[in-house]
Nanobody, 127 residues
Framework: QVHLVESGGGLVQAGGSLRLACQAS???????????MGWFRQAPGKEREFVAG????????EYKDSVKDRFLISRDVAKNTVYLQMANLKPDDTAVYYC?????????????????WGQGTQVTVSS
């Protein structure tokens, strides 16, 4: 029903920045006003974890505490796109970053609370 495609990952040095994008589409072609969008990440051997979330309707945001001062989640309604602007990247940010969506208006932070997932985009931060 919901198709999510991430892009924008790559290799950067510590202190650098990247902007990830998540192109979202819904089978009915209707608005995402009833959805919440999230960014998660998963490093090798680690659990997938919440990074940032956004309520589509009004753009309200939630962040993982450790990225709150460095990352910014946003959306372009006209483009059905969610962004994750990442600044001052650290080696610990290295992970596959996934876009997720759930048909709700409450921003969730749990992996098991999102129904739809993109394929992921790799972010690698060198020391």
């Amino acid at each position: 029903q919901v198709h999510l495609v991430e892009s924008g990952g790559g290799l950067v040095q510590a202190g650098g920045s990247l902007r990830l994008a998540c192109q979202a589409s819904e089978a009915s072609g209707r608005t995402f006003s009833t959805y919440v969008m999230g960014w998660f990440r998963q490093a090798p051997g680690k659990e997938r974890e919440f990074v940032a979330g956004l309520r589509w309707n009004d753009g309200s945001k939630e962040y993982k505490d450790s990225v709150k001062d460095r990352f910014l989640i946003s959306r372009d309604v006209a483009k059905n796109t969610v962004y994750l602007q990442m600044a001052n990247l650290k080696p610990d940010d290295t992970a596959v970053y996934y876009c997720a969506a759930d048909k709700t208006v409450v921003v969730h932070k749990g992996v098991d609370e999102y129904d739809y997932w993109g394929q992921g985009t790799q972010v690698t931060v060198s020391s």
